[in-house]
């Protein structure tokens, strides 16, 4: 927390609920790391929490996608916006938890570049399209997934997860966020 | 509730939490009806609880924008990435709050033509910019809202609303959301 | 008239030819208004003539589209340009026409989400492509209006619709067009 | 008229009005041929009349900008828009007019490749912004173009004939317009 | 050598080499002219070489491809980056190979306005979209290629020289290149 | 070389030229390995040469940018066209000349986020309004070099580089290639 963690003049809070603490203590033991989103979000509780909320239930909750899928889209969606913070830490996401770091490194890069399987081509593509252009969007793109075998509630988590990835980088974009440095060597 | 809300076949949950059926009656009392958005999230409640926390931290807690400048800011990136549903709705919002219909309309429209204060313009300008083109956001386009007169705080809200509403725009062209009739006519 | 306008100090005549004056009275019979496009245009008669005729021909005059499906290709190029002027006295008429206010907010605010038949998406994703991308228009286009149902003059008046606004809309945007107030309330 | 000047059956009227015979007759013999787009509206003397109306006045009738100037801004806005008929069509007359074979070709190609006074730089630069983003031209540029010594008229007069070519060179490729074969060796 | 070749004072080589003169020579007896690139290059002997013997190698060696579908390719992309020099250059090639005036003014105006044999459209559609959207390129694309008749060779060769004026473009547009006049008026 | 270096089948020549094997034994001892781009362009002896002249001349030869400057000319135009090959081979580039990894990764991700001294900053403007709109730039684009310290031997080194990925990029785009798996763990 030495170096700001974006270009706002807004310092976490000098107390933390114990809540917050406990979830901080938790980052640092599973991650290593308080990621810097949650620092940049600390200067409020309820915003924080909100945050974490609508993230975790996102990323980790139960659902027809597995998390590796949930971090692709992630990615693929940064990689559109060209955001810095969340390609580096979820493209460490993709290395980690596929094994195979030239694999993230093409989802970073160009995701069509990459040998993916049908469902997953869709699920990007899909992704994609919704990213850059939403208002596009219609029955065929629904159908298409539906054809690559994902139900309609997984066609919710798709497009939950590129949705809050185009708020997410746009968030980090404006404050210029900074990313923590140990994502980098992560999984190379 | 008799028409469906969106594309998906994820209806409503059958019961809905205490807490929730509260909340739904309070929108009711106030605004006549439940939005639509709330009844697509109902087929869950952990998501529909995530999001009805980030909205109204977002656009209801206290902040140096008003609720007509947060509404404007829904409204002009709605308008960037054509959402039927949000120009619906924040519209409504935005004819409300200002009592003013055609101002409603310029800002759904092409708030370029509207007649803004020179910190609204800077205001829609960073928001519209953060929409259309988040990697191109730097340091001179904070600079420009600090000289129109925005503390960093207001800043952070500034992109929290235009950042939220990129994804929310997203979800709703994603599961082809319907706005509640009532919208059109309200505030005319 | 009280208020300019358009941004150019181009004040109408002060003198208008009889034929002028009684096709404004005719306006203000059917309309309740001389619609704004008219005032700017009438510093000089000549001009004014020439846009009221070749407005007509394609607008009022007998075509295998309908005045409404005609209104419907001007509001959704329009939405295309972002063209204040023309969305709110075209969406007016389309309100007005289809009777159906929630309908005419579809056409404006993204004609994707609107249900319509496939002869009318046909009618406007043609249109939606010429003015986007005119260069790429061919022959499989016409192709899929022929498939659709019209004739070759059809596609004739589906072709001038769609680049007359796309004129239209540039002398809005161009000079500051301001519409008549009373489009705002009209129809809703 | 032996090889068919558009992609539309529909064919020149059978018998012509005299007027329209006249005008021709004029055409033939001030500049050797018929252009193609009359034989193509030639199938409604009401809609030709009316093209006529509108070409003449803004591309013949008295203006501060003289009619160099105006097909300049003809040949800027059809390489926009890649128009194959217009830029055959008013490419020669830039030639023919400027005596400049290499003048006309940076106009058709790339306007900014062109050796230009100030004032025909601003003048195209609003010609082409009108054309490609129309809801972004402001104040600020009519300003430019005031600066540059332009009138309110002659700023009308820019628009209108940017705004014309817009409208025309989608006509042309909804259709294909097909350019008469003498323009292209024209003033070489 | 009179008027400058391109706006950056590099001035060529006050002595070439044997080789170099011998090659500038050969250019005058057969084109009548030393194409200003290749004075542009002239200030430093190793990029002049290494420009000379790629170009010559894509543009002249053997390939499955004609000298004038290469010149085509050539004109084609640089009708997509609206580069002078190369449409001056280029388009002059094509209307000297196919004898055919109009025709090379279409593939410099809208490649997709001239009647091309479907080997040639496929050719063209691949080598702009290339071009325009090289990270949307995939399988599909070098199948349709394939399906036209072209061998993996003559992929190669397609994407090679549409690569090629994807660079030449960009130096020429860098550096304001400007065309031998003789261009204008050849083979018209 | 056991798994295809491309999409295309266009094996490397069997027996390569003494010159290229030693060329080859070189990029052994020096990087541990052969690049996968050279490997590609060996099914001719000739275009290999011709790629790898020019390549060492931009990229090795004696210029007023350091290496490290042109390798992230290199990665920042690869980014804006999403070239795999190129960002997993030039960024491993950047990481090792910068021997700052994050760095590296900003310059792939997102130019724009990273600390640039100004020069540079200008530099990569350049490199990337080049890439994405070459008929945009204009004399005061140079003229944002020279400022920056740049000569105009500098400014055409910046030109070259960045025209060079243009091509480069697309030719690695259109046949698929695949870069060697040891570039993402090189200096993470």
């Not at 270009?7 to 990621?35: H, I, M, N, W």
Request: glycine share 4%.
């Amino acid at each position: 927390m030495s170096s700001p963690v974006m270009a706002l003049d807004l310092p976490p809070l000098a107390e933390l609920s114990p809540e917050t603490e406990a979830y901080f203590q938790k980052c640092r033991d599973k991650l290593g790391l308080v990621p810097n989103v949650l620092t940049a979000y600390a200067f409020d509780e309820a915003k924080l929490a909100g945050f974490i909320a609508m993230y975790n239930e996102l990323m980790l909750a139960p659902s027809g996608l597995t998390k590796l899928e949930r971090e692709m889209i992630a990615v693929a969606v940064s990689a559109v916006n060209h955001c810095f913070y969340c390609l580096a830490a979820h493209g460490a996401a993709v290395r980690t938890l596929s094994q195979d770091p030239a694999f993230g490194e093409m989802i970073a890069m160009n995701y069509r570049a990459a040998p993916l399987a049908p469902r997953q081509r869709e699920m990007l593509d899909f992704a994609v399209k919704l990213s850059e252009t939403p208002d596009r969007i219609g029955e065929a793109d629904r159908t298409a997934l539906r054809n690559a075998g994902f139900s309609d509630r997984d066609i919710w988590d798709i497009a939950a997860t590129a949705a809050f990835f185009n708020m997410s980088n746009r968030m980090a974009a404006a404050v210029d966020m900074r990313p923590n440095d140990a994502y980098h060597a992560l999984a190379r």
